[in-house]
């Protein structure tokens, strides 16, 4: 079975899962492994792992105009959001990436985990709790934040690879 590992990354979560992906699959089998600009011969592997980062609810567009480029394809989508931990919020945006991909596609497998974000996002919430002084919702995301520092961590990992082993 060939595989292509193709992904998305603003801060090097999704990397991290790609890179993991490939770590336990081997490299023998692997056509193509990088960004979606570099994936042109993703589409001649048996299966294709699509990875992304969260913009908006949704993955990004580059990550999404490789998406809709697929046709008859077997896809595992894999990703991170810096916000949540919930999985009924991972499940929303998994449904929402899905709709970049064309009815002639099947949908293997999915995952996805918290993962870190940058340090502006922090300041940004401060920014915001200084205006609005008490308000719980930004207190929330502020501990969500510092709590996704430590994503994705090993049990992320592992779930990962347990994941795309019960796919394969």
């Not at 699509?50 to 998406?67: P, R, Y």
Request: charged share 25%; with cysteine; glycine share 12%.
């Amino acid at each position: 079975m060939t595989y292509a590992v193709v992904y998305a990354s603003a801060t090097g979560n999704t990397k991290l899962l790609a890179e993991e992906i490939r770590k336990g699959l081997g490299e023998e089998e692997c056509i193509c492994f990088g960004t979606a600009e570099e994936a042109e011969t993703a589409a001649e592997a048996d299966i294709i792992f699509a990875g992304f980062w969260t913009d908006k609810g949704n993955c990004s567009g580059e990550l999404g105009q490789f998406l809709e480029g697929l046709h008859g394809r077997k896809v595992f989508l894999f990703g991170t959001a810096g916000f949540g931990g919930a999985q009924s919020y991972f499940d929303q945006i998994l449904e929402r990436v899905k709709g970049h991909l064309t009815a002639d596609n099947e949908v293997v497998g999915t995952y996805m985990c918290q993962g870190k974000m940058s340090q502006s996002v922090r300041k940004r919430y401060e920014g915001m709790l200084e205006q609005n002084p008490g308000d719980e919702r930004i207190k929330g995301m502020i501990e969500n934040f510092d709590r996704a520092l430590q994503h994705p961590d090993e049990a992320d990992l592992k779930a990962l690879r347990e994941t795309v082993s019960r796919v394969l």
